[in-house]
């Protein structure tokens, strides 16, 4: 097997950067007082070298390729158990839908049969629970998934560049074996602590779906590009249809990038709504610092992360609007 289809089929992108280890971090690893560093899906070794050179004198990787010198285990399985250890470790990332479209799926369909996860690394997630304590790096678009949290000690989003080989946006999870309430789990940016888990979950936005709004319609009134460019000055937003620079023809039934938005409005009132749901969104990001919207790939030029507005959210914002516009939006069967 090549080795660009064999790293597809795995799952594999190995991390050469470790400025993920942030002093927060470093001090949850000390705490565990674990003698030995394991790592479940070892690659090229790398965590490993960090964790002698933090101190740790004794180190067990394993994976499943065999042409790696590590003990062969498929850790999507079972992970042996080593006593007073920490698992530091990047599991595979592959989604069920992705394994599809490369066609590669019939590599890993043996571990989507067995669980209800659409990503290899929650299933990851859940082997290395077994263990007491764990850090893990994994995809950002964790945080907003629904996994259980309630193990974890703290999640910290890492904007730079960790992989040479893919751009996909990460975080770094520590758990224990202890449970305990979102209020308890630490977000981080970087180095930054930005609050609880609890908080921005408190925050979020869910739409009360009692303003009539279609989305992907290519005739409506209002436009939205749901992602940031990767200009600063160029971010998500709401505006005009013939504001878009998109040929709105080309706007389907799945797109989730670029979108235009059909409501009961009248004409006169489209501006006003436009520029209150822009500054609704603004105060939204900043108040959560953006943890509720989803990583995009890439940054942009100032090296902050890029996002995407996901549909619910983007609906939520709009019926506040127009509540404030029209406070007494009529009922209507909704698409």
């Not at 042409?67 to 498929?74: A, G, H, Q, R, V």
């Not at 992970?79 to 989604?95: D, R, V």
């Not at 990767?230 to 799945?254: C, G, L, Q, W």
Request: glycine share 4%; hydrophobic share 40%; net charge positive.
């Amino acid at each position: 097997m090549k080795v660009a289809t064999k790293k597809m089929a795995l799952g594999q992108f190995f991390t050469k950067n470790n400025f993920w280890l942030q002093k927060h971090i470093l001090k949850f690893i000390e705490s565990a007082k674990a003698d030995t560093a394991v790592d479940p899906f070892a690659g090229g070794g790398d965590l490993l070298s960090v964790a002698k050179s933090i101190g740790f004198k004794k180190i067990i990787g394993f994976d499943i390729d065999e042409s790696l010198s590590w003990k062969i285990n498929d850790s999507l399985f079972s992970i042996p158990q080593i006593k007073n250890s920490i698992i530091i470790t990047n599991p595979p990332y592959l989604t069920n839908y992705s394994a599809k479209r490369k066609g590669i799926y019939e590599n890993v369909a043996k571990y989507f049969v067995t669980c209800h996860y659409d990503d290899l690394y929650q299933l990851a997630i859940e082997k290395c629970l077994e263990n007491d304590f764990g850090v893990m790096i994994i995809p950002e678009t964790f945080i907003n998934s629904s996994f259980p949290k309630n193990r974890l000690v703290s999640i910290t989003i890492i904007e730079d560049q960790l992989f040479f080989d893919t751009e996909t946006p990460v975080c770094v999870i520590c758990f224990d074996g202890k449970n305990k309430l979102y209020d308890e789990i630490e977000i981080y940016k970087k180095d930054v602590l930005l609050g609880n888990l609890g908080h921005f979950e408190r925050m979020r936005k869910v739409p009360q779906k009692n303003v009539f709004m279609k989305f992907n319609a290519p005739t409506g009134q209002i436009a939205l590009r749901a992602v940031d460019t990767t200009n600063p000055m160029r971010p998500i937003s709401f505006m005009r249809t013939d504001e878009i620079d998109y040929d709105v023809a080309n706007i389907k039934h799945s797109s989730r990038l670029i979108t235009v938005i059909e409501l009961n409005i009248k004409d006169n009132l489209i501006e006003e709504l436009i520029k209150l749901s822009n500054e609704l969104l603004t105060d939204f990001r900043g108040k959560s610092n953006d943890v509720l919207l989803s990583p995009f790939k890439g940054n942009k030029k100032n090296g902050e992360r890029r996002r995407r507005l996901d549909y619910a959210t983007a609906r939520a914002i709009l019926e506040s609007a127009y509540e404030m516009i029209n406070p007494q939006p009529q009922l209507f069967n909704l698409r």
